[in-house]
T-cell receptor
Framework: DSGVTQTPKHLITATGQRVTLRCSPR?????VYWYQQSLDQGLQFLIQ???????AKGNILERFSAQQFPDLHSELNLSSLELGDSALYFC?????????????FGPGTRLTVL | GESVGLHLPTLSVQEGDNSIINCAYS??????FIWYKQESGKGPQFIID?????DKRQGQRVTVLLNKTVKHLSLQIAATQPGDSAVYFC????????????FGSGTQLTVLP
């Protein structure tokens, strides 16, 4: 158990819908990262937050957004969902968000778009 | 573009043997590398890391070797056990303002009885 929690574990929805994925980092970690894992793209970095502020952006679609709250939990919002958005979404956390920080991953949310 | 890649997509080893999983990286600016293990239906689990100022680091039954000259990373697992069966990813961080990890495609390790 990494100490990172994610809810829900599974999510099934329809195209065009909007969903919110939630992540709670390890106790004491200030930085949260979101990754998408699909069969054809592997693990792809989406976005990073540090202490409530956006720190880095990766291959995140404009239909996707995220935020980190004062209690340091983070939410990833996916809207206008398409079939291709079906994937595993992982959250990771690290103490300082520094390049040399180890990132610890949560168990993931499996999103299925029908 | 630059990316982290793995030489072999699958690796089968006999229980008790040593396993070696390889990874090639192309970004010479990378200064931090991590190996993760991912079991089916679970998130990536940290195994071991190494910084670019080192060429070897040992953990419990695992050793990571870094060869910066040829941009090669390897994970050695001693006395491989059935519980080691999983997908193994190497990841690199180029440091600076880029704090995200770039992952390789993964190697499926299967431990045979």
């Amino acid at each position: 158990d990494s100490g990172v929690t994610q809810t829900p574990k599974h999510l099934i929805t329809a195209t065009g819908q909007r969903v919110t994925l939630r992540c709670s980092p390890r106790s004491g970690d200030l930085s949260v990262y979101w990754y998408q894992q699909s069969l054809d793209q592997g693990l792809q970095f989406l976005i990073q937050y540090y202490n409530g502020e956006e720190r880095a952006k990766g291959n995140i679609l404009e239909r996707f957004s995220a935020q980190q709250f004062p209690d340091l939990h983070s939410e990833l919002n996916l809207s206008s969902l398409e079939l291709g958005d079906s994937a595993l979404y992982f959250c990771a956390s690290s103490p300082r968000g520094a390049a040399s920080d180890t990132q610890y991953f949560g168990p993931g949310t499996r999103l299925t778009v029908l | 573009g630059e990316s982290v890649g793995l030489h072999l997509p699958t690796l089968s080893v006999q229980e008790g043997d040593n396993s070696i999983i390889n990874c090639a990286y192309s970004n010479s600016a990378s200064d931090y590398f991590i190996w993760y293990k991912q079991e089916s239906g679970k998130g990536p689990q940290f195994i071991i890391d190494i910084r670019s100022n080192m060429d070897k680091r040992q953990g419990q039954r695992v050793t990571v070797l870094l060869n910066k000259t040829v941009k090669h990373l390897s994970l050695q697992i001693a006395a491989t056990q059935p519980g080691d069966s999983a997908v193994y990813f190497c990841a690199e961080n180029t440091g600076g303002s880029a704090r995200q990890l770039t992952f390789g495609s993964g190697t499926q390790l299967t431990v045979l009885p």
